[in-house]
């Protein structure tokens, strides 16, 4: 019964797994209420199958809703862990699980406690805010030129990069309340240069960008080119990253680097 919520735990990405855990631990949750109050009875193994299965189903069915029922996992993934774990104690041991019992009187306790203590720190881990944590999905960005090991002349090199699964905005930070819910969609770029001494970055610099054509919210672009001060020989590694409209980084980070000889 305990690999169920190890299942549960790999089911998917971001908010599927998290919505199925909520609604199973709601439902395990509510057959420990019942078992403490006489309604189901909980004495031996066999008894948790069909209360650990109606879990599994409303999980699965409640992945439809992930994107609202993820909310949740701050508090669910608490209550759940606690209900499993007393079921589990309830069906393999002696131990009675009728109220006023001391067994589901401290899982009450332990899961309201933990619901209210860790709801703050398991959503900003497990689920942030968007204007907290912007998450990436699936948006990548290629550097397409120069190549990577290349070679260019001292001065301003031109970088060419592409969005894939996204879009960029203006150059220039967008208010989070004008951009667009997907993170991806109007996106800005991060763009440093470092240069490399005996394989190690040194004198990191930020570089602001200038694209090449006009990128807006309503009109976002796939590709464009900025220039990228480069004025002494040596060896630059350019780090291009996606961020939100804003100028916040995403999570997991997006992206791309390469590494030129100025001569």
Same mark, same amino acid.
């Given at each position: 019964m305990l690999? @169920? @919520?190890?299942?549960? $735990?790999?089911? $998917? /990405?971001?908010s599927t797994w998290q919505a199925m855990v909520v609604v199973?631990?709601?439902?395990?949750? $509510?057959?420990l209420v019942a078992a403490g109050f006489g309604a189901v009875n909980i004495g031996s193994m066999d008894d948790l199958v069909? /209360?650990?299965?109606?879990a599994a189903i409303a999980s699965s069915l409640g992945a439809l809703g992930h994107s609202v029922i993820s909310d949740g996992i701050g508090w669910g993934l608490p209550i759940a862990m606690v209900a499993a774990l007393t079921l589990l104690l309830g069906g393999a041991t002696d131990l009675d699980l009728r109220f006023p019992a001391p067994l589901p009187m401290a899982a009450v306790a332990l899961a309201g406690v933990g619901a209210f203590v860790l709801y703050v720190p398991l959503t900003i881990a497990l689920h942030p805010p968007a204007e907290l944590v912007p998450l990436s999905d699936d948006a990548a960005v290629i550097i397409v030129a120069p190549d990577d090991g290349g070679s260019v002349e001292a001065g301003d090199a031109t970088v060419r990069v592409r969005i894939t699964e996204g879009s960029l905005g203006p150059a220039e930070p967008v208010p989070l309340e004008e951009l667009p819910?997907?993170?991806?969609?109007?996106?800005?770029l991060d763009v440093v240069v470092d240069r490399v001494q005996d394989g190690e970055p040194v *004198?990191?610099?930020?570089?602001?960008?200038?694209?090449?054509?006009e990128c807006t919210v309503d009109d976002p672009c796939?590709?464009?080119?900025? *220039?990228?001060? @480069?004025?002494?020989?040596?060896?630059?590694?350019?780090?291009v990253d996606l961020t939100r409209g804003d100028g916040v980084s995403l999570s997991p980070v997006v992206r791309d680097r390469i590494t030129l000889t100025v001569g």
């Amino acid at each position: 019964m305990l690999s @169920l @919520l190890l299942t549960l $735990g790999h089911a $998917g /990405p971001g908010s599927t797994w998290q919505a199925m855990v909520v609604v199973a631990g709601l439902v395990l949750a $509510g057959t420990l209420v019942a078992a403490g109050f006489g309604a189901v009875n909980i004495g031996s193994m066999d008894d948790l199958v069909v /209360p650990f299965a109606a879990a599994a189903i409303a999980s699965s069915l409640g992945a439809l809703g992930h994107s609202v029922i993820s909310d949740g996992i701050g508090w669910g993934l608490p209550i759940a862990m606690v209900a499993a774990l007393t079921l589990l104690l309830g069906g393999a041991t002696d131990l009675d699980l009728r109220f006023p019992a001391p067994l589901p009187m401290a899982a009450v306790a332990l899961a309201g406690v933990g619901a209210f203590v860790l709801y703050v720190p398991l959503t900003i881990a497990l689920h942030p805010p968007a204007e907290l944590v912007p998450l990436s999905d699936d948006a990548a960005v290629i550097i397409v030129a120069p190549d990577d090991g290349g070679s260019v002349e001292a001065g301003d090199a031109t970088v060419r990069v592409r969005i894939t699964e996204g879009s960029l905005g203006p150059a220039e930070p967008v208010p989070l309340e004008e951009l667009p819910l997907d993170p991806e969609e109007a996106a800005g770029l991060d763009v440093v240069v470092d240069r490399v001494q005996d394989g190690e970055p040194v *004198d990191r610099v930020p570089v602001e960008v200038t694209y090449d054509q006009e990128c807006t919210v309503d009109d976002p672009c796939t590709e464009v080119a900025f *220039d990228v001060p @480069l004025p002494d020989p040596g060896t630059y590694r350019i780090t291009v990253d996606l961020t939100r409209g804003d100028g916040v980084s995403l999570s997991p980070v997006v992206r791309d680097r390469i590494t030129l000889t100025v001569g």
